[in-house]
């Protein structure tokens, strides 16, 4: 018997101090339940207790109040209430000395924090080994912001890596449950380090968040991390790296290859085409539109875009990919007052969007005249404005003001605000603003998108001995890209259709009219394109087109196979598909000369709409 009580004392004992390292949430949960009940608990105990042993009444009353009060100290009146017939009895017996231990340990939890934090810490260094982990590197308020989003969507094990932050920041950090290591084995990777994740070997699920402000970090941090991995040995087919960049649009050169050790699965951002695709996701152009039986946009596309710095030239080229629709003008008009000045990198690193768009550009201010002459001309086409003047203050100032003029005119434009934390906007002018932080765990945290991008690129794929993931794995940078880009306009597709997701199904969706099925594959197509123009394409010259076809024709004939893709110059961004839907039949037919196999380009953008169910529901099947 005495060796049961000690055994159970000490597995009581141990569970109070691991509760101590769980979660928060949960910790301050069970904290405020035993609080509760013991409070209660003892009222009625001690109520009744005190009411059968002492003839005054005003004197139970207060020392009923004052033993409750005792007991959060650890300081129990049993012998002056054992009398009472209700203790004569085992259960409420035992039922007396629980209600005290919970008051003791709601009181005493938070000293024992305190007292005991070192031992806590190396008891979460010691947990964190089980299970996936999370490493944020860089630390600030808003990579603090983004670790609580994804403490709160279940996420466990996130580790910050950095610097000593600030007192507020190390408060936030512990208060979430979360650890911070400054040591010099976690600041520059080793053997170590992965040990105390669980990390040394094998092959683990760990997520590296490179988030810092200075992206020259963010890029040493990262090979840092992965050379330590590599003198490991460990397999990082489950391994991911989130990073903050300074170009999301090229090869970081840290993407897994057949040829090449590096992370499983890259994805690149800046601040501010984060924010820009949010913005597309959460006030999608498509939403602004209405559309024909047979699938075509019924009117233009007139967009504004305020200021052109960093953010409004993402803002321009997440917008002119995810606004393009067969039937209709897409227009986009940017006003800045030093607009001269601030569009030479942007035209000239995307030639193709320059080209082939009616983008405009206006030396004026969003106060002038000339751009409330401009809003109201275009009030009948005007579907979307954003500002992004890189002032959060005049930002709302000018969204306001063109908000209750856009209601004047009767104009149903969307207005949004963006910057590189940011967004917000309002569906219809006059409506209030609705807002999303771009430091949150359904944002950089998001593996949904990428669930859906992945399985579409799965639906290219020849060989299905391979799954999914094998196929993504082996994908280079840019088509992952292009995978996410589709990805983001599956909403476009369900709304020119009128098809809800979940009355989705292959059946129903095959079975479209002649002309909506090839208004989808055109609008599929001009996404395509706008794609590519945005990342800076341009269209493939016809000799260029048919040297490299001698090429591939040459390699066939010495080596008897060829992986040369005629039409696609990933190096050089040249492309023979950008070019009008009508021009693909004659490019198909140029194609099959020199590799004698059937070509349809205008089959395959069919053929990737048609796709579509089946992908939602193979992406909703990766989470189950």
Known sequence: MTVTIVLLSILLFCAMILNLAAKPRFTRGLIGACSAISAIGGLILYGIGFSCTLSDPVQG????????????????????????PLFAGRF?????????????YAAA????????????????????????SVIIYGISDYTVEFGRSLMASGVHNVIYVGGKPDASCEAAINAAGSLVRSDLSALNPDRKFLKSLGSEKGSPDLTLYALDADENRNRLYAHALLAALEAAGVDTAHVKLVMRSSDESVDSGFTRTPDRYGYGDVKNFTNVS??????????????????????????DFDAIIVGFGKTGRSVLRYLTRNAQFVGSHFRAAVFSPASESENGYFCSSNPGLVENYDIQFHAADAKSRTFYNYLRSHASTLRYVVVCTGSQARDSEI?????????????????????????????????????????????????AYDRMAMMLNYSYVNDKSVTPEEAWAGCDYFSRESSRASADFIRAFLRITGTREEDLNSESWKDKSPALLENLGITEHLRWCAFHYSMGFVSMPEDVL????????????????????IAKDLPHRMHACLCSWDELDQLSRTEETYTGKYTDYKDMDVRNVLALPNVLRAAKERVQ
Not at 418 to 444: F, K, M, N, Q
């Open 92 to 104: 409420w017996q035992v039922t007396f000395w629980i209600v005290h231990l919970m008051a003791f």
């Open 274 to 299: 984060l924010s820009a695709r949010l913005l597309m996701q959460s006030m999608p152009p498509c939403d602004k539109m209405a559309f024909r039986d047979d699938g075509s946009a019924q009117g």
């Open 61 to 84: 009353v207060l020392r009923t109040v004052l033993a409750v009060c005792r007991m959060f100290a650890g300081i129990n009146e049993y012998g002056s209430v054992s009398a009472a």
């Open 546 to 565: 048919r040297a490299r076809g001698e090429r591939y024709r040459a390699e066939v004939a010495a080596n008897g196979s060829s992986r040369l893709r």
């Open 109 to 132: 939890s938070a000293a024992i924090s305190a007292l005991g934090s070192a031992a806590l810490k190396r008891l979460k260094f010691w947990l964190q080994r089980y299970g996936s």
């Open 399 to 447: 969204a306001s003001e063109v908000s209750a003029f856009l209601v004047q005119l009767g104009c149903d434009a969307a207005v949004c605000q963006c910057s590189a934390r940011s967004i917000s906007w309002s569906e219809h002018p006059g409506e209030p603003l609705r807002y999303r932080t771009v430091y949150s765990a359904d944002v950089i945290g998001s593996n």
